[in-house]
């Protein structure tokens, strides 16, 4: 059987298992692929930690020439993470004529014009299935599979991370801090994991999908979000109260103004696909025109997940799947014009969970009433319990609203955070019904 030569540069937690499967499942590999795929080098600066695959002799190495200087490597699988060293070596292989795979979701989200633009003009590819829902076929799904299809909107659980803490913080009663701790443990949570929890990750994975879905030219960072650093037990208890669940949603949803994108913890009526995510699970409902509506769910990260897109990705661009896909793909394209604008996110519109913390005094709803009344903010319903134990004489308020639009909503709550019975850290978050 013929054969053909790839490589991989990051030999990491996902490098490992794409280098496990290259090796363990050769025979299924070649089948697919028409031909023998052989692992002719592993590049890493790190030679000495243990993993939990071992390479043949030879192949692992900290020096990228050998792979750049290989004419018979065909594609190369990046899994470096990161922007800085990852965009040089994407950039050098792409230059010594590699194909290119990688899950690097803030490198594409950061540079994908510059890489794409330059694979374009050399003539090479890049497949990046996996920089999005792990081993959930989304990019796929919306490049490939549905491109009869206008889609109308995009509704995502697109972090793991922030699905487990939630999860935990609903089903145990843990509170933010105790679920985050646990997520670190499980390793689902980095050290630091202010990119998962804030809003971030989910924001670069959702800048990926709106550009594929919609042809929308946005930054990441130009998309609003709220993590889920904001949301406390309490506000997974009342939400249950009310028939709902809390999950980090990342939207995008195509109307008549143009694009609406977010990312906020948002209440998801129970009983609905996306409400039952659980765990580390990821999830994207998708809605064309011809189709309706399509739900994807499964693992969003973790080595097995990853490394199985990754390894689907490697065997479409040695069959050259990749190189046809990636010619006629509309995502970062110099030539094609921006299909439609993202939206001004104060005009996007939505209803809207908000708890306070008040004073226990005659008049405080009739303020908090007029405050929204007059930024045009109608009221639907209302829970007011007594005060909590360690309350201090403060009793939680919680109010559903109408539909009203972002900036409504925020300049509302900024004149209500100024009253002087209202207490810090006004809870504000989205409503799906």
């Not at 990852?86 to 890489?115: F, I, M, Q, Y």
């Not at 997974?236 to 906020?264: C, I, N, T």
Request: with cysteine; hydrophobic share 45%; aromatic share 4%.
């Amino acid at each position: 059987m013929d054969k053909v030569k790839v490589a991989i540069v990051g030999f990491g937690t996902i490098g490992s298992g794409v280098a496990r499967v290259l090796l363990e499942h050769g025979d299924r590999i070649a089948r697919h692929a028409g031909r023998a795929v052989e692992l002719a080098h592993v590049i890493d600066t790190d030679l000495a930690r243990p993993r939990n695959v071992t390479l043949p002799p030879g192949i692992l190495s900290d020096d990228l020439s050998r792979v750049i200087g290989d004419p018979e490597v065909k594609a190369v699988v990046e899994l470096i993470g990161g922007t800085g060293i990852a965009r040089e070596v994407v950039r050098k292989l792409l230059e010594s004529g590699k194909d290119v795979v990688t899950a690097n979701k803030a490198l594409l989200a950061e540079h994908g014009p510059e890489l794409f633009e330059t694979a374009r003009r050399l003539g090479r590819s890049i497949a990046f299935e996996a920089s999005v829902g792990g081993g959930i076929p989304i990019i796929t799904g919306i490049g490939q599979c549905l491109s009869a299809n206008q889609i109308q909107s995009i509704h995502a659980i697109l972090n793991g991370t922030s699905n487990f803490i939630l999860t935990e913080m609903e089903q145990h009663g843990a509170e933010y801090a105790a679920a985050v701790a646990e997520a670190q443990r499980l390793g689902y949570a980095e050290a630091n994991p202010s990119m998962d929890v804030d809003g971030s990750d989910a924001a670069q994975k959702l800048a990926i999908l709106a550009q594929l879905a919609f042809g929308v030219r946005v930054r990441w960072q130009d998309i609003p979000r709220i993590g889920i650093d904001t949301v406390q037990v309490a506000d997974l208890r009342y939400a249950h109260e009310l028939d709902y669940h809390v999950k980090l949603l990342a939207v995008a949803e195509l109307g008549a103004e143009g694009l609406d994108l977010y990312v906020s913890p948002t209440l998801v009526r129970h009983d609905t696909p996306l409400a039952e995510v659980r765990g580390a699970y990821n999830a994207i409902r998708v809605v064309g025109d011809v189709v309706g509506r399509v739900f994807f769910h499964g693992l969003g990260a973790g080595q097995n997940p990853t490394a199985s897109a990754v390894v689907a990705d490697l065997i479409d661009t040695v069959v050259g799947r990749t190189a046809i896909t990636f010619r006629t793909l509309d995502l970062w394209s110099a030539v094609r014009p921006a299909r439609v604008s993202a939206r001004d996110p104060a005009k996007i519109p939505g209803r809207f969970y908000l708890r306070f913390q008040v004073d226990d005094q005659l008049g405080v709803m009739a303020e908090v009433a007029g405050a929204l009344g007059k930024h045009g903010i109608s009221i639907a319903s209302l829970i007011q319990h007594e005060a909590e134990d360690g309350a201090h004489g403060a009793v939680p308020m919680v109010i559903m609203t109408h539909e009203a639009h972002e900036g409504d909503i925020r300049h509302a709550v900024e004149t209500i955070q100024k009253l002087p019975f209202v207490h810090p850290n006004v809870v504000r978050l989205r409503v799906r019904d």
